[in-house]
């Protein structure tokens, strides 16, 4: 079965720093996709940047990159120089066996 | 505009009520999701779709169900089995399977 850990709860971060953020998955899937998901306190759920298995190259999108590791099974989410209004719940998930899950999140706050 | 409309926004139900929750989208996706998100955790998979007249038991479908009759629509029903309904419920679509998922703005159900 797929499962998908994120092990920091919660994170402060000093604004401009950078910030990663950690996600190990476990599938048997030898095809899958990984995701970073930012949900802010309105509730909306936004995509942030998608890994495939197969992509050789980490995933890169603006300030976003993805460290994907996958000897390691991980799947870190890196944000340069972060921003006030990075602060929000991030999760990662992926996508295997036809089905999206995702973990249990990390919420990160920016400090100013 | 293309999008997922989730409704209603905010429902209150009695308890041992069933209610519906409305999921409908003009993406011309294949794939449906329904989630269930409690405060400050992750999404779960309660049911998926990936065609017409076909859907899936995600990891917590019992107390839940679905139909899938139009390719635009995916309706969920918290039935009063479930134990626990209170909570933010989340749905989502993909072009196909392997793809990033468009979220809904989601509802939020209290039962009294």
């Known amino acids: 079965a797929q499962k998908i850990t994120q092990t920091q709860p919660g994170m402060f971060v000093q604004e401009k720093e950078a910030v990663t953020l950690d996600c190990t998955y476990d599938?048997?899937?030898?095809?899958?996709?990984l995701f970073w998901y930012k949900q802010p306190s309105s509730g909306e759920m936004i995509f942030l940047i998608y890994q495939g298995s197969y992509d050789e190259q980490n995933a890169t999108e603006g300030r976003y990159s993805l460290n994907f590791q996958k000897a390691r099974k991980s799947a870190n989410l890196v944000i340069s120089a972060s921003q006030l209004g990075d602060s929000a719940m991030y999760f990662c998930?992926?996508?295997?066996?036809?089905?999206?899950?995702f973990g249990k999140g990390t919420r990160l706050h920016i400090l100013p | 505009d293309g999008g997922i409309t989730q409704s209603p926004k905010y429902l209150f139900r009695k308890e041992g009520q069933n209610v519906t929750l409305s999921c409908e989208q003009n993406l011309n996706h294949d794939a449906m999701y329904w989630y269930r998100q409690d405060p400050g955790q992750g999404l779960r998979l309660i049911y998926y779709s990936q065609i017409v007249n076909d859907f899936q038991k995600g990891d917590i479908a019992e107390g839940y169900s679905v139909s899938r009759e139009k390719k635009e629509s995916f309706p969920l029903t918290v039935t009063s089995a479930q134990k626990n309904p209170t909570a933010f419920y989340l749905c989502?679509?993909?072009?196909?399977?392997?793809?990033?998922?468009?979220f809904g703005e989601g509802s939020r159900l209290t039962v009294l």
């Open positions: 599938t048997s899937d030898q095809s899958y996709g």
């Open positions: 989502a679509s993909s072009m196909m399977p392997y793809g990033e998922l468009f």
């Open positions: 998930a992926s996508l295997a066996d036809d089905k999206i899950i």
